[in-house]
């Protein structure tokens, strides 16, 4: 006989779930059988990774998705209950980087930033979180950013970051008695075209890496190679097996021990 997979009958929604670390997700949760809605401003892209969830033999749909506009935020929602009926996972990994400090920053800068990482993840939450409640289950995981614990200029980038922290263990706190969890990834240094952006070419930032210099910098892992994608996306998933239902407004660190917590 075949062997269940793990997330047969469960939906998720994936915010930035066109590339990076949230397409690694995607494709993780699909190949144990997660029907899943891809929500992304870029729309084009959504709908190439669909496709390849469809493939694989599982229900996906995309949904051209700005985590700032909650009219956007709720049709992404509907959408998906319009098609598969239930939300039982969210994760909000939809985010842009921004690097000027405090004194350098603009306010629309700092708006921009704060609307699509922090505004973004608590309107995404909150328009899932009473379906969950209602249905006596849901995980949500959100993404922070090691820069909240360690900023490094990028003032309005930290902030979001780790406001998102603070926005979580709010939420967990308040549906813990109702099975639903609510858990934060902070990724380290990962191989994803937010992080290639930062350089000015892909030499360079292959250059950056392979140098010696990497290992005194503060953000070299341990374990001698910056992560990919999948890397992060296979701790993304135990917190959605039977064995992690006791884990819940905890902040983990995927790093290779870049940054110990």
Not at 114 to 135: P, Q, R, S, W, Y
Not at 159 to 186: D, F, Q, R
């Amino acid at each position: 006989m075949p062997q269940k997979k793990e997330l047969a009958g469960k939906v998720a929604i994936v915010t930035g779930g066109a590339s990076g670390i949230g397409r690694a997700i995607v494709r993780a949760m699909a190949s144990e059988g997660a029907k899943i809605t891809i929500a992304d401003i870029n729309i084009k892209s959504a709908r190439k990774v669909a496709d390849e969830i469809k493939k694989l033999g599982e229900g996906s749909i995309a949904v051209r998705t700005d985590v700032s506009n909650s009219q956007d935020v709720y049709h992404m929602v509907e959408e998906t209950l319009r098609q598969f009926g239930r939300v039982s996972i969210l994760v909000n990994v939809a985010g842009v980087r921004s690097a000027p400090s405090v004194r350098e920053v603009s306010e629309e800068e700092w708006d921009r930033v704060i609307d699509i990482n922090l505004k973004g993840t608590f309107l995404c939450c909150k328009a899932v979180v009473e379906h969950m409640i209602a249905k006596k289950y849901g995980r949500i995981v959100n993404f922070s950013s090691g820069q909240w614990f360690r900023p490094v200029g990028a003032a309005a980038y930290a902030a979001s970051k780790g406001g998102i922290i603070s926005l979580s263990k709010s939420l967990a706190t308040e549906v813990a008695g109702y099975g639903v969890n609510v858990n934060v990834v902070v990724p380290g240094f990962t191989d994803t075209p937010m992080t290639r952006s930062v350089f000015p070419s892909d030499e360079v930032f292959q250059t950056i890496v392979d140098s010696p210099a990497l290992l005194g910098s503060g953000i070299a892992p341990l374990t001698g190679r910056i992560a990919k994608p999948e890397d992060i996306a296979n701790f993304v998933m135990l917190l959605f097996m039977p064995a992690f239902d006791h884990v819940t407004g905890q902040t983990l660190h995927v790093n290779g021990g870049s940054l110990m917590w």
